[in-house]
């Protein structure tokens, strides 16, 4: 599949995937509606899930199912609206909340295929993904360690890389979904280059001129000179000197105990984090409803929420959609950034 090029992303509505049914996807995903939205959407998803999370919540919104979402065309007015893909078969109107199911698992894959391959076609200029529960859709067959994988495999993409942001930091992990004891022999010069690369990339498509980026090393201390292991002087240093040769303002391997708290101090625009906890763990810890996870080396703009289903108060009318909102914003706002 190839992206159109000369659809103006401006004029086309936003993705939105529903994620795991049994989560809190469709009540945050309906609150988000409540509470108004600053651009057309679309949900991809089970339409009875929606329907139901509408009653749940006391929500005035009419549910429209479109077979294609060109069809959001024919709508003038959009307040008061509810727009879904839906995926078949429709689920249950006895679908469990708050446990897994393989039947919420295939409908949350197969919502996310949808809008990949809206996206491919030019149909809708961003996705935003609510989130999916792994073990669901393990169970549904379908063995993805999550959305990123999915979302490289279904475009055809060999290189991305996840960025996690919130108002304080931006974070690049150049090792994602693997076991800890897998990360140094994963760890390539190649690999390195790639990930300070994408880092670049996403500084500049989020309207970053000249990005600053801070590289972490992998082990304590940056290795101390080799001291306490040589990937840092083997491989993350060489790769971080190819990358300022392309005039890429990289530097490091800084210690990842203090490399994140001079980001947040306004040192660097961006931290390329070794592995998966070493990224998200500063991130995290500054407030889990306002960060955004980013995949960056796609053909589209793709932002998610940066939390799981919340299974624990799935159906309780607690879920907090502010995360899923400052995706939103974040997907408008990259769009507006590469428009300029």
């Known amino acids: 599949m190839a992206l159109d090029s000369d659809t103006v992303a401006a004029t086309l509505p936003l993705a939105l995937t529903l994620g795991d049914a049994a989560g809190i996807g469709p009540e945050i995903v309906v609150k988000l509606h409540m509470a108004g939205l600053p651009a057309a959407c679309v949900v991809y998803g089970d339409a009875g899930a929606l329907r139901r999370a509408c009653a749940a919540l006391d929500a005035p919104l009419r549910v429209i199912e479109l077979t294609d979402v060109s069809a959001l065309n024919t709508y003038t007015g959009q307040a008061g609206y509810l727009f879904v893909r839906p995926t078949a078969p429709a689920l249950p109107a006895d679908l469990p909340l708050g446990r897994v199911d393989a039947r919420a698992g295939r409908s949350a894959y197969e919502a996310l295929c949808s809008a ?6 030019g149909k809708v200029s961003a996705i ?20 990123t994988e999915i979302l490289a495999q279904r475009s055809g993409t060999q290189h991305v890389a996840m960025m996690l942001v919130n108002d304080q930091l931006r974070v690049i992990l150049a090792t994602i979904h693997i ?19 994408l880092a670049q990339q996403a500084c500049l498509a989020m309207g970053i001129a000249a990005p600053r980026i801070g590289v972490a090393g992998l082990n304590p201390h940056a290795g101390e000179h080799g001291k306490f292991g040589r990937e840092d002087l083997d491989i993350i240093l060489p790769a971080i000197t190819q990358a300022q040769a392309q005039g890429i303002n990289a530097s490091g391997p800084w ?7 001079r980001a947040r101090a306004g040192e660097f625009d961006i931290c390329v984090a070794q592995y998966h906890d070493q990224g998200l763990i500063p991130i995290k810890y500054l407030g889990i409803d306002q960060g955004v996870n980013i995949t960056v080396g796609l053909p589209f703009i793709r932002t998610s929420v940066d939390h799981g289903t919340a299974f624990d108060i799935a159906g309780t009318g607690v879920a907090d959609p502010s995360s899923l909102r400052e995706a939103f914003e974040m997907a408008l706002s990259m769009l507006n950034a590469n428009k300029g």
């Open 128 to 147: 935003v993904t609510a989130p999916l529960n792994k073990e669901a859709m393990h169970a549904a067959g379908f063995d993805f360690p999550g959305h």
């Open 255 to 261: 210690p990842g105990d203090t490399l994140f708290m």
């Open 116 to 121: 990949i391959d809206d996206a491919m076609l």
């Open 179 to 197: 076991a800890l004891s897998e990360v140094s022999p994963a760890l390539t010069q190649e690999l390195e280059l790639r990930t300070i690369e």
